[in-house]
């Protein structure tokens, strides 16, 4: 067995490992499912994992059919983005908390001018990720169609390969929902520090950009021709995936653990929740009324009625 053999089964090995645990964590939110608003986006949140690891077992076994899982993981990527600030505006109280305890805060953020911390700075953060809940979909079906019709060649920077407009595209928006998320950390972390957000806002960051940039980088490579064929840029793509699921897996347990909602059964002192049985916890991670509702309210005229509701009906007492 040579080392791109040995590399392989690590990396298969860290990927399913990854995935079985992200599972365990999920069903164990689900046993002690007695905060349902914060844990439906935590669940979500750790499912990224399971994900990123099946696409990525699925890319190493079989490479010419890669994309397809790929292509799933790409578009869970963006949920996911949506789900950490929607997690963090419910762990600050709601967007009508912030604004309220934000008074005289400001984010200053590199070149662009300090923004105060109110409903504006939230609904454009806000916008800022469903942009990417909306288009990274919308540019993952169009690079499936032009692949199948032989439009796209991935590392292909040629002006007629739509390659290249396709990572000018998705630089775009992944650069608009890291700004958004950045400056709305920046804008809530004091507020946040009982819940240790730096810790789950870098591990967000390191498995949704750091992943894209890095096979953006092999892509460049590949170009130069460092790397020789588009198959190990790919190829060293998803190892590296693979294996950096492992510890993603790891730091999941650390950042979104379910023991902090371990209690007995039934509601919970200030909270109109009760604790749902596992088909109804389930039901409610899966349903996406949550995200429909918020979709439509921040692009509405009706967001200063709409901030100081909940983000979802259902979640109403």
């Known amino acids: 067995m040579n080392v791109r053999e040995v590399l392989k089964l690590v990396a298969l090995v860290s990927a399913i490992c990854a995935s079985v645990s992200s599972l365990f964590q999920i069903t164990r939110h689900l046993k002690h499912y007695n905060e349902p608003v914060l844990q439906r986006h935590s669940c979500r949140i750790i499912f990224m994992v399971f ?33 950490f600030v929607a997690l ?7 967007p009508g908390a912030i604004v309220a305890q934000s008074e005289g805060v400001r984010v200053r953020h590199c070149c662009l001018p300090p923004m105060q911390v109110d409903a504006m700075f939230l609904r454009r953060c806000k916008q800022g990720t469903l942009q990417f809940v909306v288009l990274k979909p ?29 990572i000018v595209a998705l630089n775009a928006t992944y650069s608009m929902a890291l700004l958004s998320l950045v400056q709305f950390y920046r ?23 750091v992943t894209f940039w890095q096979g ?5 490579l ?8 588009t198959d190990d840029a790919e190829y060293i793509q998803n190892l590296l995936v693979a294996l950096e699921m492992g510890g993603a897996a790891a730091l999941m347990m650390v950042a979104f653990p379910w023991s902090d909602f371990k209690r007995p059964r039934g509601p ?33 005229t009706d967001y200063s009625q709409y901030m100081l509701q909940p983000s979802d009906p259902s979640d109403a007492p």
Request: charged share 10%.
């Open 51 to 83: 994900v990123g690891g099946f696409a990525s077992v699925f890319a190493l076994l079989f490479r010419k059919n890669a994309i397809y899982a790929l292509s799933i993981r790409d578009c869970y990527d963006s949920f996911v983005i949506y789900n």
């Open 88 to 94: 963090c505006m419910t762990m600050a109280g709601g």
């Open 138 to 166: 919308i540019l993952t079906a169009l690079s499936l169609m032009l692949f199948a019709i032989g439009k796209l060649r991935v590392g292909n920077f040629s002006p007629d390969n739509a390659y290249v407009y396709m």
């Open 187 to 209: 804008g809530t972390r004091e507020m946040l520090a009982h819940y240790h957000p730096g810790v789950k806002f870098l591990l967000i960051k390191a498995v949704i950009f």
């Open 216 to 220: 953006v980088v092999l892509a460049v």
């Open 222 to 229: 590949l170009r130069t021709g460092t790397i020789n064929e």
């Open 268 to 300: 919970l002192p200030g909270s109109p929740h009760a604790a749902m049985s596992f088909p109804q916890a389930l039901s409610h991670v899966l349903s996406i009324s949550d995200v429909a509702y918020d979709l439509v309210h921040q692009f509405s």
